[in-house]
Structures are given as C-alpha cells and as structure tokens.
C-alpha cells in the first residue's frame, strides 16, 4: 500500500511542475499567476516531503521484515546441519557449513528486497509513469519509449549468464575456507614440515581465482550499465528534439515537454531499477541454491513412526549378525554377533583397524548397521527415539574435543542446570581437581579453542569429568587413559571402577593391562569378532589376544631394559 501510495505521488509532483510553466506562459495577469505559482509551489513540497516520508518509512519496514526472514533462515539452516549425518557433515567440510551460514546466508538477506519488493514497487512507477506519458502525449511516449522493450527483454537474457558465475565463485570461496581451517587446524603438521610458503601459494591461487571470477561477472554487467548509461541522456535528447518540433507546430506546450521529460526519467530510474535488481538477485540465488541445498539434505536417523522413548534401564545390548560398511561392497564390521549383559564392562581390543571404534560408534548410533541389528532390552535401536536414546550415552574419545569457554563450562557441557558442587566432584574423582585449582581463575578459567591452554592429560582428564558429571547408562571409552602419566592413570582408574558400577561401559584399549578386570573381553581382526570371554579365558585358549598380550609385555620388557 505504501509502495502504491508513493508511486502516486511521484506522478503528481511533475505535473504540478507542469502546471507551473504553463501557468508562466499564459497570458494572465502576473498577480494571479504569482498566486497560482505559489500555491503550485507549496503543493510540490508537500507532496514531495510526504513521498519522502512514506519511503524512509517503507524502508524501515522492508529492513526490518528482511531481518526476520534472514533470522529465520539462519536458524533452521543452523538446526538442519547439526541434525544432519556425519557422512553428510564430512562432505560439506568445516569450511562449507560456515560460509553456508554466514556468507552465502548473509548474501541472500537482501533477496526479499531486490527479488521481490524493489521489482514489485518499480512496476507500479512503470505503469502509472507511462499511463500519463501517453495522456500527456502518445506521439512523444512512442518516441521516447520504442527502444525501451527490446532493451529490458535483452537485458533480463544477458544478466541470465552471470549467476552461474557467481555460483562458482561460492563453491570456490567454500574450498578455500576449508582449505584455510585445515591449515590453522594442523599448523604444527605445516610448520614442522615447513609448508607455509605451499599453504600461501594455495591461499592466493584460490583467491585469485574467486577474484578473476567475480572480475569477468562485473565487467558483464559493467557492460550493461554503460548501454543504460547512454539510453538516458539519447532518450532525454530524442524528447527534446521531437517535442520541439511539436511545440513550434503548436500541438504541445512548453510545460507539457517539460513534465514529459521529467517523467521518462522517473520511468527510465525504476526500469534500469528492475534490471539492476535482477543482476544483485542472480548473486543471492546463486548462494539461495546453496542454501536450500543444506535445507534439503536429509536428516540423520529421523524417528521412525511409532518411536518409543528408550528404556531407563539397560538390562541387556545384543547384536545380531551385525554389518556396517562405509563404502557399499568395503564392510568394516561383519558378522558380529554378541550379548552384553547390562551393567559390564566390555574391553574391545585387537588390531589397528578391527572395526573397534566403527562398532562403538553403531552403540552411539553415530552410524546405523548396514545390515544385521542392535538392540537395547530386545528393542531395535532404530525403533528408539534418537534424542532419548542418546540421553543414556556418554563418551569419552581418545581425540579429546573441547570447546573454547571456561573448565567449568566444559565439564557441565552435558547437563543443564547443574550445581558448582557437582562439577567439582566429577573433577575430583577424575582427579582434575588438583591442576584446575592451580589455574589462574580457578573453574572459571578460560582454555582456548579446543583447550590448547591445556596439555593433553588434562584436557583427558576434563573429558572424563564431563562424563562423570552426565551420569550415563551406558558409557564409552576410547582409550580414555592414554595421555595421562602413570600416577593419574592409577588415580582415573580408581575413579572409573567405583564409575562404572551398574552402567554397561564399552572400553576400547591399546594397553591391554588396563582391562584385565573386565567382564567380557571381545577380540576383533578385520571387522570380525574372533575371541570373548574374560581375562583368564583368553588367555588360557593361547589365541590371538594371548598373542597381543605376550608382545606387549616383550615391548614392555625391552623399554625396562633399555631405561
């Protein structure tokens, strides 16, 4: 309506300009003229001020409507690829989540002005504008507007070619930010292999690439302005060579020529408008592609109908003929069958690659068996909802991820609403308390994107914490102890022993001396569960895991012998 409402008023300030010459050309006495010029005058600047005011104001209302949408947008984008596959998430890379959430969101925000409302407001100046050029005079508005059409029609065909290149560009600047994230990632792989000047060749190849890119699309459309350019000033010249003409024949008046060639600028402004919108649009689609190409990949295990809320308890974890692959035809899990008793403890061990970390990963339902079925009290983990599910897990990786906020942040990461109690005790008894208190702030000290204020046992030892503190049923280990130094390793175990009463807890360890107490050990070789049963079972049966735990004690043995 405002759009509307301004349109109107741009048409009736040049027509009382017209009324203005020609009232000074008549033959009136010059009093009354000099009365009709004032109040000509006022009512000009009335219009004008109240034009003006409904577009600041239109402004504000479209800025403002683009912040929610955009708001809106970034949300959902955001919800949509926490919520998506690790395979999906890998694919897209770190560097192609941010510049979809930030640049390519940040390029669509002023989409609803430039697709949609601009191109909506200059159509109805176009149409008002030409419905009294053609009242004014038919002859003049043919001649001033023949070239018009063809010109905007070729115009539209020509800036179609640019938003590829704008696509490419995006799918550009996405490689490069990845590439620049893996690079400050690993900075002390590229500084110990001395690739800084590899890395700054391959940072200003990729921008130099994005920049000839956007080079070649701005002269395109450089190109059309200048044609633009020109089409003013000729049609404004054109007006005034032939609406002489027809001022000298006396079939129009001076004023008439004046107000016609004010209104084919305010026509020639909103269509070049038009024209620019869509050449701004074709760099918001081309990130709008990117965007809704997130929107649309598909979510990780959504709850099937009839999902159940996961039990409180887990009395028992089975496996049943068990298969996961990556890649289709590649498994690196196969034929694992096993029934795990709530409340053991379950040491996975074997080679490197024996599938331990992909089947622990099937427990978290990171990954869903390719074929074959886990099921918790006899029920299909697919047939559990998701989020409750996972309210019964914790892990504790060996590649310890923190985030940068304060140690008490990290340890109550998986709980809300938790006391400053609590996370003292889970820092206690994952023996984390002693070098927090030596911290220059105590719990509220803050440990740097991925804790690298920290050393490595202690960002161990946070992870721990944080998984005392989530009080889980069920309870992953990824080689928890590894980084810690023998006295803390005997202090954490301590602490996981009295931890893992009544929860079910899967172990995977390289040091087999720290899961000799453990209730069921399986043995895996190439994805295949080959051995189980305890500690003095296995080794009793002289098999593979005896095998493993001679050479490690000869390993052991040599390192004595050589200290």
Excluded: C
């Excluded at 110990?192 to 890395?199: A, W």
């Excluded at 305890?534 to 043995?557: A, K, P």
Aim: no cysteine; net charge neutral; glycine share 8%.
């Amino acid at each position: 309506m405002l759009a509307v409402m301004s349109a109107a008023l741009d048409v009736l300030w040049p027509l009382a300009i017209r009324g203005v010459i020609n009232e000074l050309a008549n033959t009136a006495p010059k009093l009354v003229k000099l009365r009709r010029l004032n109040f000509l005058s006022v009512v000009i600047v009335v219009v004008l001020v109240v034009r003006q005011a409904m577009d600041t104001f239109r402004g504000y209302r479209t800025a403002v409507l683009n912040s929610k949408a955009i708001f809106r947008l970034r949300q959902k984008l955001y919800e949509r690829l926490l919520n998506l596959s690790l395979a999906d998430l890998a694919g897209l890379k770190s560097g192609g989540i941010v510049s979809r959430l930030s640049s390519d969101v940040e390029s669509v925000s002023g989409l609803i002005q430039m697709a949609v409302l601009s191109p909506g407001v200059a159509v109805i100046r176009v149409v008002l504008t030409v419905a009294v050029l053609f009242w004014l005079s038919w002859p003049l508005a043919i001649s001033g507007l023949i070239v018009l059409p063809p010109l905007a029609i070729s115009s539209f065909l020509w800036l179609r070619r640019v938003r590829p290149i704008y696509r490419s560009t995006q799918a550009d600047r996405t490689n490069v930010d990845a590439r620049v994230n893996e690079t400050f990632g690993g900075i002390r792989v590229v500084r110990s292999f001395r690739r800084e000047p590899h890395e700054e060749r391959s940072y200003a190849v990729g921008h130099h690439t994005i920049i000839r890119k956007r080079l070649y699309a701005e002269r395109m459309e450089m190109a059309l302005e200048t044609i633009w350019g020109l089409l003013i000033p000729m049609t404004m010249l054109t007006i005034v060579w032939y609406g002489g003409r027809l001022y000298l024949d006396g079939r129009a008046q001076l004023g008439d020529l004046f107000a016609f060639s004010l209104f084919v600028t305010l026509l020639l402004q909103p269509v070049w408008q038009i024209i620019s919108s869509v050449s701004q649009t074709q760099k918001s689609l081309a990130a709008m592609e990117r965007v809704f190409e997130g929107m649309e990949m598909p979510l990780d295990k959504p709850d099937q109908p009839g999902a159940v809320d996961a039990p409180a308890r887990v009395d028992e974890i089975q496996f049943q003929d068990v298969e996961f692959a990556y890649r289709p035809g590649v498994p690196v899990v196969k034929d694992f069958t096993l029934s795990v008793p709530g409340g053991s403890i379950v040491a996975l061990v074997g080679p490197s690659g024996a599938g331990k970390t992909t089947l622990t990963d099937l427990i978290a339902r990171f990954h869903d068996p390719t074929s074959g079925s886990i099921l918790l009290n006899g029920i299909d983990l697919r047939h559990l909802r998701l989020a409750s599910y996972r309210g019964l897990l914790a892990v504790v990786p060996q590649e310890v991820f923190l985030f940068d906020g304060s140690v008490r942040q990290n340890i109550a990461y998986g709980r809300r609403a938790v006391s400053d109690e609590e996370v003292e005790q889970a820092a206690r008894r994952a023996n984390a308390h002693g070098f927090i208190e030596q911290l220059p702030e105590g719990y509220d000290t803050p440990i740097g994107e991925r804790g690298f204020k920290l050393s490595g046992g202690q960002r161990q030892r946070l992870s721990i914490a944080r998984a005392i503190l989530a009080d889980p049923r069920i309870l992953i280990l990824d080689e928890a102890t590894s980084n810690l130094d023998t006295e803390s390793e005997q202090l954490i175990q301590a602490a996981l022993t009295e931890l893992l009463k009544d929860r079910t807890t899967f172990v995977i360890a390289h040091r087999l001396s720290t899961i000799t107490h453990a209730d069921v050990i399986v043995v895996m070789d190439q994805g295949r569960l080959v051995e189980v049963g305890n500690h003095e079972q296995l080794m009793s049966r002289h098999g593979l895991y005896f095998d493993m735990v001679e050479r490690q004690r000869q390993s052991f043995g040599e390192l004595a012998q050589l200290g």
